[in-house]
């Protein structure tokens, strides 16, 4: 049986007046679904440095593993992908990434065709190998920050 994938990655979450916004992706290959910012771990790397890598190439946002908050898990059939939160007061000049919650086009990789921080109480089509982490991830921010 061949082994399963394995994809890690970031969620970047930002609380302002009372409400929670979380950075997701739109790829080229799917323009209509959403999900996280991650990829294919290297055979030589930990998950955390496989998220990290994967969002730096995807956001040219480094995040310092110290920074790495909750963990989630999303077993699939083919691909299993795991997420780590990340505050986004922890990652600095964050600010100069975005221009109106946007990912500025310059910093954005050739995988992605939008990347943009949307409300958790926003309805978005999420891609199907991400919904239960996406909902695992929300649900648990609603509770944290009792938005």
């Known amino acids: ?5 394995k994809a890690y990655g970031i969620c970047i979450y ?6 929670c916004e979380i950075l997701l992706c ?17 055979e030589y790397e930990t998950k955390e440095q496989t998220a990290i890598r994967e969002f730096y190439e995807e956001s ?17 059939e083919t691909k299993d992908i795991g ?11 964050i600010d100069n990434y975005f221009n109106n ?17 949307y409300s958790i109480n926003k309805q ?3 891609k199907k190998k991400q919904i239960k982490i996406y909902q695992k991830i929300t649900n648990f921010l609603k509770n944290k920050y009792k938005i």
């Not at 799917?30 to 290297?42: A, D, H, I, N, Y």
């Open 1 to 5: 049986m061949a082994q399963k994938i």
């Open 14 to 19: 930002k609380i302002t007046n009372n409400k």
């Open 26 to 42: 739109k790829s080229i290959n799917s323009q209509t679904k959403w999900g996280f910012l991650k990829g294919v771990e290297l």
């Open 60 to 76: 040219s946002i480094l995040v310092k593993q110290s920074s790495l908050e909750e963990y989630f898990f999303q077993e699939n």
């Open 83 to 93: 997420i780590f939160l990340v505050n986004y007061r922890n990652i600095k000049n």
């Open 101 to 117: 919650n946007i990912l500025k086009e310059e910093y954005l990789n050739k995988e992605n065709s939008k990347v943009m921080f």
């Open 124 to 126: 978005l089509p999420i």
